[in-house]
């Protein structure tokens, strides 16, 4: 049973608008969130974070959203450019096992020019 | 400064045959990882090592076997390839004090047949 979950493996939106990317999570262990986007043929690279003391982090275009009573955050993008198309990854990690991060199956998102 | 580095990029085997994946660092990271990713399951973790000399079972450790004999190196065994483990291999870093945040190398494409 997957920890963490997204829901749309794929996205498309037109370029200069809001993308937004869903993360739902189970374990209410979890208390810190990442993003991770991945191009092919390359590895994921981090993107940004949330701790679940804040239910709010921006960087940038990017803005990561959590809901804890609901279990759930989103990345908002904007706006959305061709060069944001990707996969991407939502993460959680447990204080006490901050070694090990369980990862989403990613959401591909398509930026239309 | 070369980050994460993983060799080979590709490799096909055939069902009973074996190698090593080789994953180095030179970001002075304590802790790595070995990861598998396959279409609509994300990244999984196959084992990590907090330190040299250490390594520890990630979620999915069965027919892989690890190695952590330097700081610098990670690598990933498998003694005798099976088609499931035909999938893309990341070999992930993290720091001490930023042991959630990970740093990730560019993978490497193995196909089993």
């Known amino acids: 049973d997957q920890q963490v979950k997204q829901n749309s493996p794929s996205l498309s939106v037109q370029e200069g608008r809001i993308s937004i990317l869903n993360c739902d999570y189970t374990n209410s262990m979890f208390d810190y969130f990442l993003w991770y986007k991945k191009y092919p043929a390359e590895g994921p690279t981090f993107l940004i974070s949330?701790?679940?003391?804040?239910d709010k982090n921006e960087d940038g275009r990017f803005t990561v959203f959590l809901n804890k009573s609901a279990k759930h955050l989103s990345l908002h993008i904007v706006p959305s450019q061709p060069g944001d198309s990707a996969v991407y990854f939502c993460?959680?990690?447990?204080?006490?096992?901050?070694?090990?991060?369980?990862f989403g199956p990613g959401t591909s998102l398509s930026v239309i020019p | 400064n070369a980050g994460v580095t993983q060799t080979p990029k590709f490799r096909v085997l055939k069902t009973g045959q074996s190698m090593t994946l080789l994953c180095a660092q030179d970001?002075?990271?304590?802790?790595m990882y070995w990861y598998r990713q396959d279409p609509g399951m994300g990244l999984r973790l196959i084992h990590y090592s907090v330190g040299e000399g250490t390594t520890a079972k990630g979620e999915v450790p069965d027919g892989y076997n690890v190695s952590r004999l330097k700081k610098q190196n990670f690598l990933l065994g498998l003694e005798s390839a099976a088609p499931s483990q035909t999938s893309v291999y990341f070999c992930?870093?993290?720091?001490?004090?930023?042991?959630?945040?990970?740093?990730f190398g560019p993978g490497t494409r193995l196909t089993v047949l």
């Open positions: 949330i701790s679940s003391i804040k």
């Open positions: 993460a959680a990690s447990a204080l006490t096992s901050y070694d090990k991060v369980i």
């Open positions: 992930a870093t993290g720091g001490a004090a930023l042991l959630v945040t990970q740093y």
């Open positions: 970001m002075n990271h304590e802790y």
